[in-house]
């Protein structure tokens, strides 16, 4: 475990890398901090780290990605796949592998160049492709920079890696899994931002005389998100700690509701000026909107989380003493 | 650490169970699951808070006389040692088998962590009676003109001899008619907050009345309590004089935290009996959904406050938290429940004792600091807000 005073210093170290201004991808970047080491030596406490300093300084860059290829890749015992560009789901359509040909049609974070790419097909299998058979168009989105982009294309079975069964719906859930810990990580990292940012505002601008932060009615907005940032903080603590498919579903849920709570909130308590490009607001509120639909919007989980629990008839407890 | 209760030939505490509450908890299911002694307790529903009393103390004896609910408190006051973290595992243990907690319980786990800090000499004299259900106490802060603003109470503490004695109205005593003592927020002193000194008072002694108050649900849960010239010792003052209010806030990390833990126990509980008894229904997915999730967020939340107080660290404001997320969860589950059971939720026999909790949940942002007040505080004292 990391003590402290090691933590601060990985905090400064990663909060200049996720600022500074340049077009080095991250992944090299944190190569000179020795990143590699620094998770290896403890995952959970770095990728905690990383995640939520990023939704605390909506940096950009690319981190996911990586880490859902390195995620697959371990789950089904590829090394190669850490290389891999990791398809998610499209709201456009469905990736499908039928009569000898792979359809695709996938979201990625990076464009992928002659890497494996990986996308589910037909909600179970995995297909395994060359990035460069597919067509990648980058997406206009509520979130004008953090890119995404779509990959679309038609490539004959020949050219493809099939993964079937239990293995490709295990990988495939585990991958699942430690994404949706680190976005509840960066959800909560911009919830908190959010949060303590519009408290410090409220004490400063004054109206009839006074700071607006005396008024209950921008107090209890205030409270009521920092409550919901709170849980959702234990949550995703608890979530990278444990591992565990229900734990990160419950995270995610709570995380994306916490940051659209806190973002609706300290929206009114800024006023005129969070409504405008001079303030930093808007990438918050942005990028909280683009993050909480990856890996499930919190609506869906909170359904996802009730009809497992009305199916199962089984009310799981996370955490012990 | 501390010796076992070899006086119990009933025991069946090892060891290891003072070793992880884990370990604790496991061993304290099997018993109550298998000891025919327990039996009566499994799925009881009371029929009124009175009957709930009367049966669920033969509870409290049995846990008492077998040690289990012995652990958790020093044993200078008739405990075993360990850290309270021993008993949360006690309550998540008997929420798991669906055992209603003894109310006296819920009280002990706010009053007397105080008195071991402010009033030793009270809790080691006194507190093997409370757990095992032999003496009850109640809680009288809130008077008919001081709920929130609780500062302003006016009960009048005067010296007589060597004591003091008590005129005043003090109202929301829960289980106040059926104990037989009660701390007091008292005036002893002038106006405001250093004029407060929290007492153990008799109740059972002329100069008291105690009358109970109907809830929502229809029960007894709290009494109003008359005082006319009531006695109290010099000894059964709490801390010192004047030091009321400081003791009230040092209660608080214990009413606002702990209580968290123990309520999402029965939030967990009862969202089970409620999957258990419903027809699964996409309708009332997202519903039950968000119950689920607010409350094993409380659950997490709580559990770091249990696990804090257990290392003897000084909660600060951030306790309101704590109790801010137990009135999300606790509304948002018990709303949960009543939409996914439907409409027989309201005319089903038997699930009248459903329904009383799904009533007293209401109270929940109301009691112990309205939600409003722990919102401002939140706002103020944690996040930093300024005040006016």
């Known amino acids: 475990m990391m003590d402290t005073d090691t933590l601060d210093m990985l905090r400064t170290s990663l909060r200049h890398v996720l600022t500074e201004a340049t077009n080095v991808p991250l992944a090299d970047r944190l190569g000179e901090l020795g990143w590699d080491e620094v998770v290896a030596d403890d995952p959970v406490t770095a990728l905690h780290t990383l995640f939520t300093l990023k939704g605390d300084t909506v940096s950009s860059a690319d981190a996911l990605g990586p880490r859902l290829a390195a995620a697959l890749a371990d789950a089904l015992g590829d090394p190669q796949l850490t290389t891999a560009t990791v398809g998610l789901e499209s709201p456009f359509g469905p990736s499908s592998l039928t009569d000898g040909s792979l359809t695709v049609d996938a979201v990625v974070f990076t464009p992928p160049s002659d890497n494996p790419v990986v996308v589910r097909v037909d909600g179970e299998h995995l297909a395994v492709v060359v990035g460069s058979a597919l067509t990648c168009t980058r997406l206009t989105t509520t979130d004008g920079e953090l890119a995404q982009f779509r990959l679309t294309g038609t490539v004959p079975a020949a050219q493809v890696q ?19 810990w680190l976005l509840a990580c960066e959800l909560v990292g911009i919830a908190q931002h959010v949060t303590a940012s519009a408290a410090q505002y409220t004490g400063e601008r004054i109206q009839y005389g006074k700071p607006i932060g005396t008024f209950q009615a921008l107090q209890h907005r205030i409270a009521t998100a920092h409550v919901l940032v709170v849980g959702a903080a234990r949550l995703a603590e608890h979530a990278g700690h444990s591992g565990d498919e229900w734990s990160a579903l419950v995270a995610k849920a709570v995380a994306g509701q916490a940051a659209e709570t806190a973002c609706t909130q300290a929206q009114q308590c800024y006023g005129a000026i969070g409504f405008t490009w001079e303030h930093e607001f808007h990438h918050y509120l942005r990028r909280t909107y683009v993050l909480d639909r990856l890996l499930g919007d919190w609506r869906s989980l909170e359904r996802e989380i009730g009809n497992e629990l009305m199916n199962s008839r089984h009310v799981p407890k996370i955490g012990m003493l | ?86 008993r949360a595992a006690m309550f998540q243990t008997l929420w798991n088998l669906d055992i209603p907690i003894p109310e006296p319980f819920t009280t002990l786990e706010i009053l007397v962590p105080v008195l071991l800090v402010f009033a030793p000499h009270l809790s080691d ?34 010296p007589d001899g060597d004591g003091f004695r008590l005129s005043g109205q003090k ?101 089970q009996q409620a999957v258990e008894l419903g027809t699964p ?96 505080l939140v706002a103020q004292r944690v996040l930093g807000m300024p005040r006016d």
């Not at chain 2, 306790?319 to 009543?338: F, G, M, P, Q």
């Open chain 1, 162 to 180: 099939c993964i079937e069964g239990a293995t490709a719906s295990i990988a495939w859930n585990a991958m699942v899994t430690h994404g949706r």
């Open chain 2, 171 to 271: 109202v929301w005593s829960t289980f106040g008619h059926l104990s037989q003592r009660s701390v007091l927020l008292a005036r002893s002193g002038g106006p405001g907050h250093k004029g407060l000194t929290m007492v153990l008072v008799d109740l059972d002694q002329p100069g008291i009345e105690v009358r109970p108050i109907r809830a929502e649900d229809g029960e007894n849960h709290f009494s109003e309590i008359f005082l006319d010239n009531a006695w109290v010792p010099a000894d059964r003052v709490i801390g010192t004089l004047g030091q009321g209010w400081a003791i009230a806030m040092y209660m608080l990390q214990w009413e606002r935290g702990a209580w968290g833990w123990l309520q999402q126990g029965r939030f967990h509980q009862r969202l």
């Open chain 2, 281 to 376: 229904n996409a309708e009332f997915a997202q519903q039950l959904g968000h119950a689920y999730a607010m409350a094993a967020a409380l659950r997490l939340t709580t559990k770091q406050t249990v696990e804090r107080l257990a290392r003897e660290e000084q909660l600060g404001p951030e306790v309101s938290v704590d109790k801010l997320l137990l009135i999300d969860a606790e509304l948002a589950t018990w709303d949960a429940i009543r939409a996914y059971l439907g409409p027989r939720f309201e005319v089903d026999d038997t699930l009248q004792w459903l329904r009383h909790e799904y009533l007293f949940s209401r109270a929940a942002p109301i009691y112990g600091g309205s939600q409003e007040i722990q919102r401002t």
């Open chain 2, 1 to 86: 650490m501390t010796a076992l209760p070899d006086t119990n030939p009933a025991s069946q505490l090892s060891a290891e169970m003072f070793e992880s509450p884990t370990a604790y908890a496991a061993a304290l299911e099997a018993f109550l699951s298998t000891d025919e002694r327990a039996t009566p307790y499994l799925g009881y529903r009371p029929h009124s808070l009175e009957d709930s009393a009367a049966h669920l103390t033969g509870l409290q004896a049995l846990l008492f006389d077998s040690g289990w609910s012995r652990l958790g408190w020093p044993e200078s006051a008739g405990g075993l040692g360990g850290d309270p973290r021993f």
């Open chain 2, 125 to 158: 004299a006194l507190l093997p009676g409370l757990l095992r259900g032999d003496d009850k106490w109640a809680q009288a802060f809130s008077e008919p003109d001081a709920g929130s603003d609780l500062a302003s109470l006016r009960t009048k503490m005067e």
